[in-house]
């Protein structure tokens, strides 16, 4: 079963640039796989962040954007603030109607 | 403004059966198909379901295939999540979604316990 990466933390400064993956256990991702990005702090909805590998969501500011850097999904954030400490979850189609997330990062922002 | 509510958790006994109920607003329902997405308490999120937009197709995850069925009523703008023979490990939050996981609801808690 193929199973969707994610780092289990992260640090960033505040005003620094971080950059979260989302990987495969076997394989690549690629656009293919419609790398989406979702933003979720304790209690409450996951906020959709970027879809389709590097498309904003509606309201979505632009210092948060998608890509792919190497064999992964990637999601980068620049100028970090203090609200941007969440949890951050990448989902990968699979085919055959099939998603999966990955395990989520936490992000800290100090 | 794109609404999703979520309704019909609650404490259910091993397994029993719960019905949860997603109903929507802001968005031509009928148009997209729709996702069930769970978290268990202090976990990540799981995929649980998708629905086709006009109900003919559905999927599931391994994890709940033969026990959840997922259905739709485009005239109530309303999407449903049958779930039987519930085991302790399904308990979780149940969060309704827009196709690619663009709008979701607030959730609602199931707790699976004897």
């Known amino acids: 079963q193929t199973v969707v990466t994610q780092e289990p933390s992260f640090s960033v400064s505040p005003g620094g640039t971080v950059t979260l993956t989302c990987g495969l256990s076997?394989?690549?991702?690629?656009?293919?796989?419609?790398p989406s990005w979702y933003q979720q702090t304790p209690g409450q909805a996951p906020r959709s962040l970027i879809h389709?590998?590097?498309t904003r969501s509606s309201g979505v500011p632009d210092r948060f954007s998608g890509s792919i850097l190497g064999n992964k999904a990637a999601l980068t954030i620049t100028g970090a603030q203090a609200d941007d400490e969440s949890d951050y979850y990448c989902?990968?189609?699979?085919?055959?109607?099939?998603?999966?997330f990955g395990g989520g990062t936490k992000l800290t922002v100090l | 403004e794109v609404q999703l509510l979520e309704s019909g958790g609650g404490l259910v006994q091993p397994g029993g059966s719960l019905r949860l109920s997603c109903t929507v607003s802001?968005?031509?329902?009928?148009?997209?198909?729709m996702t069930w997405v769970r978290q268990a308490p202090g976990k990540g999120l799981e995929w649980v379901s998708l629905?086709?937009?006009?109900?003919?197709?559905?999927y599931y995850a391994d994890s709940v295939k033969g026990r959840f069925t997922v259905s739709r009523d485009n005239s109530k703008n309303t999407l449903y999540l049958q779930m039987n023979s519930l085991r302790a490990e399904d308990t979780a939050v149940y969060f309704c979604?827009?196709?690619?996981?663009?709008?979701w609801g607030q959730g609602t808690l199931v707790t699976v316990s004897s």
């Open positions: 389709n590998t590097n």
């Open positions: 979604a827009k196709w690619k996981f663009d709008y």
């Open positions: 629905i086709s937009s006009n109900g003919g197709s559905t």
């Open positions: 076997s394989g690549s991702v690629s656009t293919s796989y419609f």
């Open positions: 802001g968005f031509t329902f009928n148009s997209y198909p």
């Open positions: 989902v990968l189609y699979m085919g055959s109607g099939m998603w999966v």
